[in-house]
Every structure is written in structure tokens, then in C-alpha cells.
């Protein structure tokens, strides 16, 4: 039976007084998993505070889960590596640049990701959490990445150019670039005895989602696979019954795909940007992934991501209620369990 895992992802201090207090401060709001981010700039400025941060995270007791954030663009930080190789930016097939984001299929940037797991490990990280790899289409016009180097791949494999508008073949180049990226770079890290977690976004039209996350389960080296079905949006938020409709359908759509291929999961639930007044969606929420069979939910982020301008509208309300729904998952888990063991003992 595996265990409930119950986690947070949290990013924004490096003060490490302070995050010993906000360790303590996560156990005592029933969770025992901390997603860190790991930033280029947390490589390049601060990894021996972070090595002190992840030493800190498991002395409590608490698993940790090391999050490449920013390190391609979008989603997190803008990245870095393309104020070392300026060539290395993603392009849109109209000829627009992505401007924060990298290219996959640069060989260099393959090789700075495994700068980059190396300094992982030898910080104490043993599990990666690769964060929403995405390649973009736009309005079905256009799509990423048609780079020079893309454009030349396409060429090779389809024997035509790339066009403009995305086709079947422009669909499966986007879905080929993500998945010989992460071969290459989980490849590398399970090398080093390493755990290698995914999390795709639901949505389609970003290279990889729910509807195609097959091209991750397939690679031998991914270890767990997962999605985030985030409910509010500018365009279509969603509140009470819907919110528990969309998680749990997302999350038995990620499990089906879990159990194809056998590998573990994560469910991520939405603690930010919550407006004044749902905070009880994401009891909702929770209780959504926990009754679709989900045993691996966490949420976005520490204290309602008050350290964002996309925080909770109530950060300390949301934190509260994270807090109060992870309290009633474990006890609801204790139960199964109890009942389990007395139907296992004939009582």
C-alpha cells in the first residue's frame, strides 16, 4: 500500500533562519514533502545555501523534491542560459521570438541541464522535478520551436521545410523534441542512482499534456508522471461542484496513463490566485484527487504563494485551509487503513 504523500512546493527565501521556521511551519500544517525550486541563480549564487536548505528539509523529516525552475523560461525564472548562447532562443514558425525561453534541441543547453543535475546531486537532491515542459502553439498559426537548428531537424526527418501553420507532422516534432530531451537528461540522472518526476499541464496545444503524456510514460527512466488541474483562470474560473469535477477527471486520467505504463504519480492542486471567498475549493480539490486515487498531492505553494503577485487574494486564509485539508486527507487515510486491516483480519 503506498504511502500518502503530501507535499508543497516552496521558493522565494534563502534566509535559512527563516526557512528552518517555515519547514517546521509546513509539518505543522499536515504535510511531510517540499518541492524547492533550483534556479539557475540558486546554482550560480547561493548552491552551498541550498545544500544547507535541502540538509535542513530532510533533517525534519520532510521528502525533498528539487524543482528545475526557470531553467528553460517559462514556467519560472527566465533562463539564464540564453545570456551565454543567444542563439539558443525558441522561435515561433512565423519567425517570432520566444525571448525567455530555450530551445530543446540546442546541444548545449543538453549539456547545461547536466551541469545542472550534477550540482543537484552533489547539493543533496535525489529526486528532480522536471516542471510543465511546454512547446506552444498559438492560435493554431503558429507554433514552437522553429528555430534555425528546428527547421534543419524537420527537414531531415520529414524530408520538406517546416511550414507556418502546424500540421500533423509539426505536432509530432514538438512531441519528438520533448521526449528525446527528457530520454537524454533522465538517461543522465538515473545514472547517478537519481528519481525523475514529471508534471504536464492538462490543456492542450503546449507540446505535451494529459491528452499525449504517453511520450513521458514511455521513457524507462521517468519515474513518476503527474499534472496540475488548476481551476481558476482569467477566461473560465471554476468553483465549488466543477472544481471537484475537473480534479478528479484530470487525476483518473493521469492514474490510467500511471498504471499503463507503471509509474507513480503527483496531483497538484491550486493554492495561488485563489479569489476572496473560494478558499474551500481547494478542500475540494484535494478531497477530488484523494477520492480518484490519488496518494501523491501537493499544492502550489507555501503560504498561498504570497511572495508572488499571483498570490491567494488571502494568503493566510489559503495556507489555513491547505493546512485543514491535508489534515482531513491523513485522517481519512488512517480510516481506509483501519478499515483495511479489519477486513484483512475477517472482523
Avoid at 9 to 31: P, Q, V, W
Avoid at 40 to 55: A, E, L, Q
Avoid at 158 to 175: A, G, V, W
Avoid at 226 to 240: A, F, L
Amino acid at each position: 500500500m503506498k504511502p500518502l504523500k503530501l507535499g508543497v512546493a516552496y521558493h522565494g527565501n534563502r534566509l535559512l533562519s527563516r526557512a528552518e521556521t517555515d519547514m517546521k511551519d509546513i509539518l505543522e500544517h499536515h504535510f511531510n514533502l517540499v518541492v524547492h525550486m533550483f534556479s539557475h541563480n540558486d546554482w550560480n549564487r547561493s548552491p552551498n545555501v541550498m545544500k544547507d536548505i535541502f540538509s535542513m528539509t530532510t533533517d525534519l523529516g520532510l521528502e525533498l523534491w528539487v524543482d528545475n525552475w526557470g531553467l528553460n523560461g517559462t514556467p519560472g525564472d527566465t533562463s539564464h542560459f540564453l545570456c551565454y548562447f543567444p542563439d539558443a532562443h525558441q522561435y515561433y514558425s512565423n519567425g517570432e521570438v520566444r525571448p525567455i525561453n530555450v530551445c530543446y534541441n540546442h546541444e548545449r543547453f543538453v549539456d547545461w541541464t547536466k551541469e545542472w543535475i550534477d550540482k543537484v546531486y552533489e547539493c543533496g537532491g535525489r529526486k528532480i522535478f522536471w516542471d510543465e515542459p511546454n512547446l506552444p502553439v498559438k492560435d493554431g498559426e503558429k507554433f514552437a520551436c522553429a528555430c534555425p537548428r528546428c527547421k534543419k531537424l524537420f527537414s531531415e526527418r520529414y524530408n520538406r521545410e517546416m511550414p507556418i501553420i502546424p500540421d500533423k507532422d509539426c505536432f509530432d516534432f514538438q512531441e519528438w523534441t520533448i521526449q528525446n530531451y527528457f530520454k537524454t537528461v533522465t538517461d543522465y540522472s538515473a545514472s547517478k542512482g537519481m528519481e525523475n518526476i514529471v508534471c504536464v499541464m492538462p490543456s492542450q496545444n503546449i507540446g505535451v499534456s494529459l491528452d499525449n503524456i504517453d511520450i513521458l510514460g514511455k521513457l524507462p527512466t521517468m519515474d513518476n508522471i503527474g499534472t496540475d488541474p488548476y481551476w481558476v483562470s482569467s477566461k473560465n474560473p471554476k468553483t465549488g461542484a466543477e472544481v471537484y469535477k475537473k480534479v478528479y477527471e484530470d487525476t483518473r486520467k493521469c492514474l490510467a496513463v500511471c498504471d499503463r505504463y507503471g509509474k507513480d504519480h503527483n496531483i497538484w492542486i491550486q493554492g495561488y490566485n485563489i479569489p476572496k471567498g473560494t478558499e474551500e475549493d481547494m478542500v475540494y480539490a484535494a478531497d477530488a484527487a484523494y477520492d480518484a486515487g490519488a496518494r501523491t498531492i501537493l499544492y502550489w505553494g507555501y503560504r498561498g504563494s504570497e511572495g508572488n503577485d499571483y498570490r491567494a487574494k488571502q494568503p493566510e486564509l489559503a495556507w489555513r485551509t491547505m493546512g485543514d485539508a491535508m489534515a482531513r486527507l491523513m485522517e481519512r487515510e488512517r480510516e481506509r487503513r483501519r478499515i483495511d486491516m479489519r477486513r484483512t483480519l475477517g472482523l
